[in-house]
């Protein structure tokens, strides 16, 4: 069967890119990481999703972007703002999804996987300038150019599935593969209980999703 790494945060999109790649026939490796994000409580909701949608083998790595801080998800002294912002919002965590890319190269390389899947999106994102179409196609480029096995002959793909894709769509795409978006976790500051805070632009984007898919929203708000 043909592998794949799925970066998975835990979230609507993420979760539904892993349903995405399980319905291409893909065994699927599901990865997540505690960056020091304020939201952690994701990751007890990546590991209980990758257990139910039968992954194959689900890893979470530590790595501590705190250190570097720069964003409101790994820097307490920034507030999550409730407001949206114009530009690139202080919620961009700098270098993110290439560090997280890297490294599931990495394990895609170890496992002989031919694919990497992300969920990132560029209708609905949030001025996050690595949710692009040419920063996926770039990092494909490199991908193949820096492992041994893309020297050798074996080129991996990057795909990102929801990348044109409205929230509502992405919604909708799920809700068709059976996604149980109850068990997703999206806001930026959910408390201990997995409860969302409503207000921030994650809350709001995902809120507005599922008005315009015309789908009942599971999320528990505080």
């Known amino acids: 069967m043909k592998r794949a790494v799925i970066l998975l945060s835990g ?30 409580v994701e990751l007890k909701a990546a590991t209980k999703i990758s257990k139910k949608m039968d992954a194959k083998q689900h890893k979470v790595i530590a790595i501590n972007l ?29 270098a993110r999804n290439t560090v997280f890319l890297s490294i599931a190269l990495g394990w895609a390389e170890v496992l002989k996987a031919e694919a990497i899947f992300v969920g990132v999106n560029a209708v609905d994102y949030s001025g996050y300038p690595d949710c692009r179409p040419e920063f996926i196609e770039a990092f494909e480029k490199l991908a193949n150019l820096a492992t041994k096995t893309g020297v050798e002959g074996q080129q991996l793909t990057v795909h990102a599935p929801l990348i044109t894709m409205t929230k509502a769509e992405i919604i909708q795409k ?24 409503g207000k ?14 015309g789908i009942a929203d599971p999320t528990l708000y505080i």
Not at 176 to 181: C, I, N, S, T
Not at 200 to 213: H, L
């Open 66 to 94: 705190r250190s570097i801080g720069g964003s409101a998800l790994t820097d307490n002294t920034i507030d999550v703002p409730d407001h949206h912002e114009e530009g690139i919002p202080v919620t961009y965590v700098p």
């Open 200 to 213: 921030c632009d994650s809350c709001r984007f995902r809120k507005q999703g599922f008005e315009q898919a």
């Open 174 to 197: 799920g809700s068709a593969l059976g996604v149980d978006y109850s068990q997703t976790i999206s806001c930026y500051q959910a408390n201990n209980e997995g409860k969302a805070c």
């Open 11 to 40: 979230g609507l999109d993420s979760v539904t890119t892993l349903a995405i790649a399980q319905q291409q026939g893909f065994e699927c490796y599901t990865l997540s990481f505690d960056y020091g994000q304020r939201h952690d």
